[in-house]
């Protein structure tokens, strides 16, 4: 279904114009399509976010800052975000030896499960989400970065 059918509306100021809503539906259509894949395991997309982070710095430890400079979402309350990791036991916070102001954060063992377990999930959404060949998705991703720069 095109932009036009989707939000019923015909005529845009110009194409770019058409370009951004365009990018902002479809933002928000993949997030409501993997909020979908997530509910059964139990967590949110910004949740998956942070196991994803920590996954890739596993057997490290990293601040809450340092996740949230790594967010998709700048706006994520990280914080609020952790603590409800912790309270399901997929990440383990501990002190940091160098400011005992701030917490270590690392990745649990049920955490790693848990990203085990959606992985497959995950290959087969991505593909399947998008519908578009290797090259097409390697097409779209390089002209989303170009329009970042």
Not at 22 to 47: C, H, M, S, Y
Not at 66 to 73: A, F, G, Q
Request: glycine share 4%; aromatic share 4%.
């Amino acid at each position: 279904m095109t932009l036009e059918e989707e939000i019923k509306q015909t005529k845009f100021r110009n194409i770019h114009q058409k370009a951004v809503l365009n990018l902002l539906f479809t933002a928000n259509w993949v997030q409501n399509k993997q909020r979908d894949l997530f509910e059964p395991f139990g967590i949110t997309g910004q949740q998956y976010n942070i196991l994803r982070i920590l996954r890739g710095q596993h057997p490290l430890r990293i601040s809450g800052a340092e996740i949230k400079d790594r967010m998709l979402d700048k706006n994520s309350d990280v914080s609020r975000l952790l603590d409800r990791l912790l309270a399901k036991g997929l990440i383990e916070k501990s002190q940091c030896p160098n400011d005992k102001r701030a917490s270590d954060i690392g990745i649990a063992e049920k955490g790693l499960t848990l990203l085990k377990s959606l992985d497959n999930e995950m290959n087969r959404s991505d593909a399947k989400v998008l519908n578009l060949t290797d090259q097409e998705a390697a097409l779209l991703s390089n002209l989303l970065d170009k329009s970042r720069d």
